[in-house]
Protein backbone atom coordinates (compact mmCIF):
# COMPACT_ATOMS: atom_id res chain seq x y z
CA UNK A 1 0.00 0.00 0.00
CA UNK A 2 1.14 3.67 -1.19
CA UNK A 3 1.71 5.70 2.42
CA UNK A 4 0.27 9.14 2.05
CA UNK A 5 3.76 10.71 1.62
CA UNK A 6 4.85 8.52 -0.86
CA UNK A 7 1.49 9.59 -2.71
CA UNK A 8 1.47 12.68 -2.30
CA UNK A 9 5.11 12.93 -4.09
CA UNK A 10 4.17 10.83 -6.40
CA UNK A 11 1.14 13.18 -7.10
CA UNK A 12 3.30 16.44 -7.05
CA UNK A 13 5.57 14.31 -9.66
CA UNK A 14 3.28 13.60 -12.33
CA UNK A 15 -0.16 16.02 -11.91
CA UNK A 16 0.99 19.75 -12.74
CA UNK A 17 4.73 18.99 -13.76
CA UNK A 18 3.55 16.71 -16.70
CA UNK A 19 1.01 19.37 -18.47
CA UNK A 20 4.15 21.55 -18.97
CA UNK A 21 7.38 18.82 -19.47
CA UNK A 22 5.75 16.36 -21.83
CA UNK A 23 3.78 18.71 -24.36
CA UNK A 24 5.38 21.37 -26.70
CA UNK A 25 5.07 25.13 -25.89
CA UNK A 26 3.48 25.36 -29.42
CA UNK A 27 0.57 23.11 -28.68
CA UNK A 28 0.38 24.15 -24.96
CA UNK A 29 -0.58 27.60 -26.50
CA UNK A 30 -3.69 25.44 -28.24
CA UNK A 31 -4.45 24.18 -25.31
CA UNK A 32 -7.68 25.67 -23.34
CA UNK A 33 -6.43 26.29 -19.74
CA UNK A 34 -7.12 22.95 -17.27
CA UNK A 35 -9.07 23.93 -14.71
CA UNK A 36 -8.12 22.09 -11.51
CA UNK A 37 -10.49 21.66 -8.23
CA UNK A 38 -9.74 20.70 -4.89
CA UNK A 39 -12.59 22.07 -2.74
CA UNK A 40 -15.36 19.17 -2.24
CA UNK A 41 -17.94 21.40 -1.62
CA UNK A 42 -20.93 22.02 -4.01
CA UNK A 43 -20.29 24.58 -7.33
CA UNK A 44 -23.16 26.92 -7.69
CA UNK A 45 -24.48 26.36 -11.05
CA UNK A 46 -22.13 27.59 -13.86
CA UNK A 47 -23.72 29.79 -16.07
CA UNK A 48 -23.03 29.57 -19.35
CA UNK A 49 -20.32 32.67 -21.28
CA UNK A 50 -21.49 31.14 -25.00
CA UNK A 51 -24.38 33.23 -24.92
CA UNK A 52 -26.97 30.59 -24.99
CA UNK A 53 -29.86 30.26 -22.76
CA UNK A 54 -30.19 26.85 -20.31
CA UNK A 55 -30.33 26.50 -16.83
CA UNK A 56 -27.29 25.21 -15.73
CA UNK A 57 -27.08 21.79 -13.07
CA UNK A 58 -25.38 21.64 -10.19
CA UNK A 59 -23.67 18.63 -8.95
CA UNK A 60 -23.43 17.89 -5.38
CA UNK A 61 -19.58 17.64 -3.80
CA UNK A 62 -18.74 18.17 -7.31
CA UNK A 63 -18.34 20.77 -9.99
CA UNK A 64 -18.63 22.20 -13.95
CA UNK A 65 -15.78 22.05 -15.83
CA UNK A 66 -15.77 25.63 -17.78
CA UNK A 67 -14.87 25.98 -20.93
CA UNK A 68 -13.84 27.71 -24.16
CA UNK A 69 -15.25 29.40 -27.35
CA UNK A 70 -12.55 29.22 -30.19
CA UNK A 71 -14.23 29.39 -34.11
CA UNK A 72 -17.64 28.24 -32.55
CA UNK A 73 -16.29 24.91 -30.90
CA UNK A 74 -16.71 24.25 -27.28
CA UNK A 75 -13.21 23.10 -25.92
CA UNK A 76 -13.07 21.68 -22.28
CA UNK A 77 -9.51 20.39 -20.93
CA UNK A 78 -9.55 16.96 -18.98
CA UNK A 79 -6.58 15.83 -16.80
CA UNK A 80 -6.63 12.13 -15.99
CA UNK A 81 -4.31 11.91 -12.92
CA UNK A 82 -4.23 10.28 -8.70
CA UNK A 83 -6.12 12.50 -6.38
CA UNK A 84 -6.80 12.68 -2.99
CA UNK A 85 -10.92 12.65 -2.03
CA UNK A 86 -11.99 13.56 0.95
CA UNK A 87 -14.91 11.00 1.07
CA UNK A 88 -15.96 12.16 4.50
CA UNK A 89 -14.41 15.14 6.43
CA UNK A 90 -11.48 12.82 8.23
CA UNK A 91 -11.48 10.46 5.54
CA UNK A 92 -9.29 11.30 2.24
CA UNK A 93 -9.18 8.35 -0.13
CA UNK A 94 -6.35 8.16 -2.56
CA UNK A 95 -8.33 8.10 -5.62
CA UNK A 96 -7.44 8.58 -9.63
CA UNK A 97 -9.82 10.80 -11.53
CA UNK A 98 -9.71 13.83 -13.43
CA UNK A 99 -8.51 17.87 -12.61
CA UNK A 100 -8.38 17.12 -9.08
CA UNK A 101 -11.30 15.43 -7.91
CA UNK A 102 -13.15 12.01 -8.34
CA UNK A 103 -16.07 12.06 -9.63
CA UNK A 104 -14.44 14.37 -12.77
CA UNK A 105 -15.97 17.87 -13.46
CA UNK A 106 -19.23 17.63 -14.65
CA UNK A 107 -19.09 18.55 -18.70
CA UNK A 108 -22.50 20.52 -19.67
CA UNK A 109 -23.48 21.25 -23.36
CA UNK A 110 -26.14 22.46 -25.64
CA UNK A 111 -27.91 19.99 -28.41
CA UNK A 112 -25.94 20.70 -31.56
CA UNK A 113 -22.55 22.16 -30.06
CA UNK A 114 -19.46 21.20 -31.60
CA UNK A 115 -17.29 19.61 -28.62
CA UNK A 116 -13.24 19.44 -28.27
CA UNK A 117 -12.25 17.86 -25.41
CA UNK A 118 -8.44 17.78 -25.30
CA UNK A 119 -7.90 14.94 -22.60
CA UNK A 120 -4.30 14.86 -20.93
CA UNK A 121 -2.73 11.81 -19.42
CA UNK A 122 -1.05 11.94 -15.97
CA UNK A 123 -1.82 8.92 -15.06
CA UNK A 124 1.24 6.04 -14.27
CA UNK A 125 -0.74 4.10 -17.28
CA UNK A 126 -2.29 4.79 -20.12
CA UNK A 127 -6.52 5.34 -20.15
CA UNK A 128 -9.02 6.63 -22.52
CA UNK A 129 -12.21 8.25 -22.42
CA UNK A 130 -15.89 6.56 -23.61
CA UNK A 131 -18.47 9.12 -23.81
CA UNK A 132 -21.27 6.95 -22.58
CA UNK A 133 -24.91 7.49 -24.60
CA UNK A 134 -23.29 9.80 -26.95
CA UNK A 135 -24.29 9.23 -30.93
CA UNK A 136 -20.91 10.40 -32.65
CA UNK A 137 -18.57 9.11 -35.18
CA UNK A 138 -17.41 5.54 -34.07
CA UNK A 139 -13.43 6.51 -33.91
CA UNK A 140 -14.17 9.55 -30.75
CA UNK A 141 -16.15 6.85 -28.96
CA UNK A 142 -13.36 5.95 -27.02
CA UNK A 143 -12.46 1.68 -26.68
CA UNK A 144 -8.87 1.71 -26.82
CA UNK A 145 -7.89 -1.22 -29.05
CA UNK A 146 -11.28 -1.11 -31.30
CA UNK A 147 -11.66 2.73 -31.29
CA UNK A 148 -8.43 4.19 -30.77
CA UNK A 149 -5.08 3.47 -29.46
CA UNK A 150 -5.22 3.79 -25.61
CA UNK A 151 -3.12 7.52 -24.71
CA UNK A 152 0.11 6.38 -23.05
CA UNK A 153 1.18 8.34 -19.96
CA UNK A 154 2.31 12.08 -20.79
CA UNK A 155 0.30 12.40 -23.62
CA UNK A 156 -2.88 14.78 -24.48
CA UNK A 157 -4.89 13.39 -27.05
CA UNK A 158 -8.07 15.06 -28.67
CA UNK A 159 -12.01 13.80 -28.83
CA UNK A 160 -14.32 16.07 -30.72
CA UNK A 161 -17.98 15.77 -32.08
CA UNK A 162 -21.49 17.35 -32.51
CA UNK A 163 -23.61 16.61 -29.25
CA UNK A 164 -26.45 15.87 -31.23
CA UNK A 165 -28.94 14.32 -28.69
CA UNK A 166 -30.13 15.99 -25.39
CA UNK A 167 -29.89 14.53 -22.26
CA UNK A 168 -27.80 12.78 -18.96
CA UNK A 169 -24.79 11.49 -20.09
CA UNK A 170 -21.26 10.06 -18.31
CA UNK A 171 -17.88 10.03 -19.30
CA UNK A 172 -15.23 7.15 -17.89
CA UNK A 173 -12.33 5.25 -19.06
CA UNK A 174 -12.82 2.33 -21.39
CA UNK A 175 -8.88 1.11 -21.10
CA UNK A 176 -8.10 -0.78 -18.05
CA UNK A 177 -11.56 -0.02 -17.09
CA UNK A 178 -12.05 -2.39 -14.36
CA UNK A 179 -8.92 -0.66 -12.27
CA UNK A 180 -9.81 2.62 -13.40
CA UNK A 181 -13.24 2.79 -12.67
CA UNK A 182 -12.81 0.82 -9.29
CA UNK A 183 -10.21 3.97 -8.60
CA UNK A 184 -12.91 6.66 -9.14
CA UNK A 185 -12.66 7.48 -12.73
CA UNK A 186 -16.02 9.36 -14.05
CA UNK A 187 -18.13 12.28 -14.50
CA UNK A 188 -21.19 13.36 -15.33
CA UNK A 189 -22.09 14.93 -19.05
CA UNK A 190 -25.18 16.77 -19.61
CA UNK A 191 -26.48 18.14 -22.97
CA UNK A 192 -29.29 20.32 -22.74
CA UNK A 193 -32.03 20.91 -25.50
CA UNK A 194 -31.63 23.51 -27.51
CA UNK A 195 -35.63 24.67 -26.24
CA UNK A 196 -37.23 23.13 -23.91
CA UNK A 197 -40.11 20.88 -24.92
CA UNK A 198 -42.75 18.96 -22.72
CA UNK A 199 -40.49 16.05 -22.95
CA UNK A 200 -37.57 17.86 -21.59
CA UNK A 201 -39.21 20.89 -19.07
CA UNK A 202 -37.64 23.56 -17.63
CA UNK A 203 -36.52 22.55 -13.78
CA UNK A 204 -35.73 25.24 -10.95
CA UNK A 205 -33.39 22.80 -9.56
CA UNK A 206 -31.04 20.06 -11.55
CA UNK A 207 -28.74 18.07 -10.14
CA UNK A 208 -26.67 15.38 -11.12
CA UNK A 209 -25.06 12.76 -9.08
CA UNK A 210 -22.96 9.41 -10.47
CA UNK A 211 -23.14 6.28 -7.86
CA UNK A 212 -20.09 4.99 -7.20
CA UNK A 213 -18.65 2.45 -4.54
CA UNK A 214 -14.90 1.55 -3.39
CA UNK A 215 -13.13 -0.94 -0.82
CA UNK A 216 -10.84 0.40 1.35
CA UNK A 217 -10.21 -1.20 4.27
CA UNK A 218 -10.09 0.49 7.51
CA UNK A 219 -7.23 2.38 8.32
CA UNK A 220 -6.32 2.61 4.52
CA UNK A 221 -6.93 5.40 2.04
CA UNK A 222 -6.05 2.83 -1.52
CA UNK A 223 -9.02 1.03 -2.64
CA UNK A 224 -8.54 -2.29 -3.31
CA UNK A 225 -9.43 -2.63 -7.14
CA UNK A 226 -9.08 -6.32 -7.70
CA UNK A 227 -13.03 -6.55 -5.84
CA UNK A 228 -15.50 -8.26 -7.76
CA UNK A 229 -19.02 -7.65 -5.68
CA UNK A 230 -18.07 -7.02 -2.15
CA UNK A 231 -17.40 -3.36 -1.81
CA UNK A 232 -17.40 -1.63 1.50
CA UNK A 233 -18.16 1.93 0.77
CA UNK A 234 -20.88 3.13 -0.95
CA UNK A 235 -20.60 6.68 -2.52
CA UNK A 236 -22.59 9.31 -4.13
CA UNK A 237 -20.25 11.74 -6.49
CA UNK A 238 -17.11 9.92 -4.11
CA UNK A 239 -18.92 11.15 -1.01
CA UNK A 240 -20.05 9.03 1.70
CA UNK A 241 -22.90 10.51 4.50
CA UNK A 242 -22.42 12.32 6.53
CA UNK A 243 -20.24 13.87 3.88
CA UNK A 244 -22.95 14.40 1.20
CA UNK A 245 -24.08 17.41 0.34
CA UNK A 246 -28.13 17.79 0.84
CA UNK A 247 -30.03 18.98 -1.85
CA UNK A 248 -31.64 22.75 -0.73
CA UNK A 249 -34.68 23.70 -2.70
CA UNK A 250 -37.32 26.04 -2.34
CA UNK A 251 -41.35 24.79 -1.72
CA UNK A 252 -43.06 24.54 -4.44
CA UNK A 253 -39.64 23.87 -7.17
CA UNK A 254 -39.80 21.90 -9.83
CA UNK A 255 -36.62 19.30 -8.88
CA UNK A 256 -34.83 17.38 -11.44
CA UNK A 257 -31.90 14.70 -10.11
CA UNK A 258 -29.83 12.88 -12.70
CA UNK A 259 -28.34 9.81 -11.38
CA UNK A 260 -25.70 7.52 -13.48
CA UNK A 261 -24.47 4.32 -12.24
CA UNK A 262 -21.20 2.75 -12.64
CA UNK A 263 -20.87 0.43 -9.38
CA UNK A 264 -20.92 -2.92 -9.89
CA UNK A 265 -24.10 -3.42 -8.95
CA UNK A 266 -28.08 -2.02 -9.09
CA UNK A 267 -29.42 1.02 -6.94
CA UNK A 268 -32.75 1.32 -5.91
CA UNK A 269 -32.93 5.27 -5.14
CA UNK A 270 -36.07 5.95 -2.88
CA UNK A 271 -37.29 9.07 -1.59
CA UNK A 272 -38.86 10.53 1.40
CA UNK A 273 -42.39 12.55 1.72
CA UNK A 274 -42.66 12.66 -2.94
CA UNK A 275 -43.38 11.24 -5.44
CA UNK A 276 -41.48 11.46 -8.72
CA UNK A 277 -41.80 10.76 -12.18
CA UNK A 278 -38.31 9.24 -14.72
CA UNK A 279 -38.51 11.85 -17.09
CA UNK A 280 -35.16 10.40 -19.06
CA UNK A 281 -33.32 7.84 -19.18
CA UNK A 282 -29.38 7.31 -21.38
CA UNK A 283 -31.67 6.41 -24.48
CA UNK A 284 -33.34 10.04 -24.13
CA UNK A 285 -36.66 11.33 -22.69
CA UNK A 286 -38.82 8.99 -21.86
CA UNK A 287 -42.39 9.27 -23.65
CA UNK A 288 -44.93 10.90 -21.25
CA UNK A 289 -47.53 7.86 -21.98
CA UNK A 290 -44.66 5.53 -20.94
CA UNK A 291 -43.77 7.40 -17.37
CA UNK A 292 -45.31 6.47 -13.99
CA UNK A 293 -45.18 7.68 -10.44
CA UNK A 294 -42.44 5.85 -8.08
CA UNK A 295 -41.12 6.64 -5.04
CA UNK A 296 -38.06 4.10 -5.44
CA UNK A 297 -36.37 3.77 -9.06
CA UNK A 298 -33.63 1.14 -9.74
CA UNK A 299 -30.51 2.02 -11.61
CA UNK A 300 -29.10 -0.97 -12.87
CA UNK A 301 -25.07 -0.67 -13.88
CA UNK A 302 -24.43 1.40 -16.77
CA UNK A 303 -27.85 3.03 -16.54
CA UNK A 304 -28.89 6.60 -16.07
CA UNK A 305 -32.48 7.50 -14.67
CA UNK A 306 -33.58 11.05 -14.62
CA UNK A 307 -36.40 11.85 -11.70
CA UNK A 308 -38.93 15.08 -11.72
CA UNK A 309 -40.52 15.72 -8.65
CA UNK A 310 -42.43 19.34 -7.22
CA UNK A 311 -41.16 19.56 -3.58
CA UNK A 312 -44.04 20.63 -2.33
CA UNK A 313 -43.57 18.79 1.15
CA UNK A 314 -41.47 21.47 3.65
CA UNK A 315 -38.92 19.35 5.98
CA UNK A 316 -35.90 17.17 5.62
CA UNK A 317 -36.44 14.21 3.77
CA UNK A 318 -34.24 11.55 3.39
CA UNK A 319 -33.03 10.62 0.02
CA UNK A 320 -31.23 6.83 -0.20
CA UNK A 321 -29.90 3.86 -1.84
CA UNK A 322 -32.82 1.18 -0.46
CA UNK A 323 -30.04 -1.20 -0.28
CA UNK A 324 -29.72 -0.76 3.84
CA UNK A 325 -25.93 -2.28 2.91
CA UNK A 326 -25.13 1.05 0.45
CA UNK A 327 -26.46 2.99 3.44
CA UNK A 328 -23.82 1.88 5.94
CA UNK A 329 -19.71 2.85 5.88
CA UNK A 330 -16.82 0.16 6.19
CA UNK A 331 -17.72 -2.80 7.60
CA UNK A 332 -17.00 -6.31 7.43
CA UNK A 333 -19.75 -8.75 6.52
CA UNK A 334 -18.76 -12.08 7.59
CA UNK A 335 -20.03 -11.94 11.47
CA UNK A 336 -21.96 -13.93 13.04
CA UNK A 337 -25.76 -12.69 14.35
CA UNK A 338 -25.10 -12.17 17.98
CA UNK A 339 -28.58 -10.61 18.75
CA UNK A 340 -30.25 -12.49 21.73
CA UNK A 341 -27.00 -14.28 22.67
CA UNK A 342 -26.11 -13.64 26.40
CA UNK A 343 -22.21 -12.69 26.64
CA UNK A 344 -21.80 -11.28 29.94
CA UNK A 345 -19.48 -14.11 31.65
CA UNK A 346 -17.61 -14.26 27.81
CA UNK A 347 -16.62 -10.18 28.09
CA UNK A 348 -15.55 -10.85 31.64
CA UNK A 349 -12.82 -13.67 30.41
CA UNK A 350 -11.80 -11.88 27.70
CA UNK A 351 -11.75 -8.68 29.43
CA UNK A 352 -8.99 -9.72 31.56
CA UNK A 353 -6.50 -10.74 28.97
CA UNK A 354 -7.57 -8.05 26.36
CA UNK A 355 -8.73 -4.82 28.51
CA UNK A 356 -10.70 -3.33 25.64
CA UNK A 357 -12.94 -5.85 23.83
CA UNK A 358 -16.20 -5.01 23.40
CA UNK A 359 -18.94 -7.40 22.16
CA UNK A 360 -21.51 -6.03 19.89
CA UNK A 361 -24.69 -7.20 18.20
CA UNK A 362 -26.36 -8.66 20.84
CA UNK A 363 -29.32 -5.92 21.12
CA UNK A 364 -28.80 -5.32 17.33
CA UNK A 365 -26.39 -3.12 16.01
CA UNK A 366 -27.55 0.66 17.14
CA UNK A 367 -25.54 0.93 19.77
CA UNK A 368 -22.37 1.09 17.09
CA UNK A 369 -23.53 4.31 15.72
CA UNK A 370 -22.83 5.76 19.47
CA UNK A 371 -20.15 3.90 20.43
CA UNK A 372 -16.93 5.26 21.24
CA UNK A 373 -14.72 2.59 19.90
CA UNK A 374 -11.13 2.74 19.23
CA UNK A 375 -10.90 3.18 14.74
CA UNK A 376 -8.09 2.94 13.25
CA UNK A 377 -7.57 6.61 11.65
CA UNK A 378 -8.70 7.64 7.89
CA UNK A 379 -11.71 5.56 8.64
CA UNK A 380 -15.38 6.90 8.72
CA UNK A 381 -17.90 5.05 11.66
CA UNK A 382 -19.87 2.02 9.71
CA UNK A 383 -23.59 4.00 11.60
CA UNK A 384 -23.03 7.68 11.89
CA UNK A 385 -24.33 11.04 11.47
CA UNK A 386 -25.35 13.59 13.90
CA UNK A 387 -29.48 14.82 13.29
CA UNK A 388 -30.99 17.04 15.22
CA UNK A 389 -32.54 13.74 17.30
CA UNK A 390 -30.04 12.36 18.17
CA UNK A 391 -27.48 9.55 15.45
CA UNK A 392 -28.95 8.99 12.25
CA UNK A 393 -27.04 5.57 12.40
CA UNK A 394 -26.36 5.31 8.45
CA UNK A 395 -23.70 6.16 6.11
CA UNK A 396 -23.20 5.68 2.30
CA UNK A 397 -25.72 6.53 -0.06
CA UNK A 398 -27.88 8.89 1.73
CA UNK A 399 -28.47 12.43 1.56
CA UNK A 400 -31.26 14.83 2.88
CA UNK A 401 -33.82 16.58 0.11
CA UNK A 402 -34.07 19.97 2.19
CA UNK A 403 -37.44 21.77 1.31
CA UNK A 404 -37.92 25.48 2.60
CA UNK A 405 -40.42 27.77 2.20
CA UNK A 406 -37.83 30.84 2.73
CA UNK A 407 -35.23 29.34 0.29
CA UNK A 408 -34.46 31.81 -2.04
CA UNK A 409 -34.45 31.07 -5.69
CA UNK A 410 -31.65 29.74 -7.11
CA UNK A 411 -29.93 29.31 -3.55
CA UNK A 412 -28.55 26.07 -3.15
CA UNK A 413 -26.70 26.63 0.37
CA UNK A 414 -27.76 24.66 2.98
CA UNK A 415 -30.52 26.05 5.27
CA UNK A 416 -29.86 24.31 8.69
CA UNK A 417 -32.27 21.29 10.02
CA UNK A 418 -35.95 21.91 9.27
CA UNK A 419 -37.93 23.49 12.21
CA UNK A 420 -41.27 21.56 12.90
CA UNK A 421 -44.93 23.37 13.59
CA UNK A 422 -45.67 22.60 16.44
CA UNK A 423 -47.66 18.99 17.34
CA UNK A 424 -46.09 17.87 14.05
CA UNK A 425 -43.09 15.42 15.92
CA UNK A 426 -43.88 12.09 16.72
CA UNK A 427 -44.11 12.22 20.56
CA UNK A 428 -43.64 9.54 23.66
CA UNK A 429 -47.09 8.24 24.87
CA UNK A 430 -46.18 8.30 28.59
CA UNK A 431 -50.24 7.66 29.79
CA UNK A 432 -51.00 3.44 31.04
CA UNK A 433 -50.68 1.29 28.37
CA UNK A 434 -53.77 -1.61 27.92
CA UNK A 435 -52.85 -5.25 27.94
CA UNK A 436 -52.90 -5.49 23.80
CA UNK A 437 -55.79 -7.04 22.59
CA UNK A 438 -55.00 -10.19 20.61
CA UNK A 439 -56.17 -11.75 18.41
CA UNK A 440 -58.02 -15.26 19.33
CA UNK A 441 -56.74 -17.02 17.14
CA UNK A 442 -53.39 -16.40 18.47
CA UNK A 443 -52.09 -19.06 20.67
CA UNK A 444 -49.69 -17.32 22.75
CA UNK A 445 -52.31 -15.13 24.29
CA UNK A 446 -54.25 -18.81 25.63
CA UNK A 447 -52.87 -20.40 28.83
CA UNK A 448 -51.39 -23.91 27.55
CA UNK A 449 -52.18 -27.05 29.71
CA UNK A 450 -48.81 -28.32 30.54
CA UNK A 451 -48.72 -32.02 29.05
CA UNK A 452 -49.07 -30.45 26.25
CA UNK A 453 -52.50 -29.67 23.94
CA UNK A 454 -53.84 -31.55 21.37
CA UNK A 455 -55.29 -30.22 17.97
CA UNK A 456 -56.63 -31.03 14.35
CA UNK A 457 -54.49 -29.61 11.69
CA UNK A 458 -56.00 -29.21 8.29
CA UNK A 459 -53.66 -28.15 5.30
CA UNK A 460 -54.99 -24.99 3.55
CA UNK A 461 -56.50 -25.46 0.19
CA UNK A 462 -56.06 -29.76 0.47
CA UNK A 463 -58.63 -31.33 -1.46
CA UNK A 464 -60.43 -34.30 -0.99
CA UNK A 465 -58.89 -37.55 -2.50
CU1 LIG B 1 -27.24 0.79 -3.42
Same mark, same amino acid.
Given at each position: MNTRRDFIKYATMTGGAVAASSVSSNLMAALPEAVIQTEVTTMPPLEANSGQHYHPVVTPNGWTLPFRMRNNVKEFHLIAEPVVRE? *??GFNANLWGYNGQSPGPTIEVVEGDRVRIFVTNNLPEHTSIHWHGQRLP??? @????????PAIPKGKTFVYEFVARRPGTFMYHPHGDEMVQMAMGMMGSWVTHPKRETDAIAHVDRDFCVLLNAFDIEPG?? #?? /?? !? #? !?? @??NLWAWNSRIFPGTDSFNVRTGDRVRVRFGNLTMTNHPVHLHGHEFLVTGTDGGPTPESARQYEVTADIAVGQMRQIEFIADEPGDWAFHC? /???? #??????? @?LPTLIGVDHSRLTQQIGSVIPEYMVM???? !??DMAEMEMPLPDNTERMMTGDGPFGSIEMGGMLSVLKVRD??? /??DFSDPGWYEHPPGTVAWEYTGELEEPSRF /? *?????VELPSDGVEFNAKKPNKRKV
Open positions: M *SPNGM @DGVSGLNQAA #TP /KI !M #T !MT @DFH /KSHH #TMNAMGH @DGERG !MADQP /KG /K *SEVSS
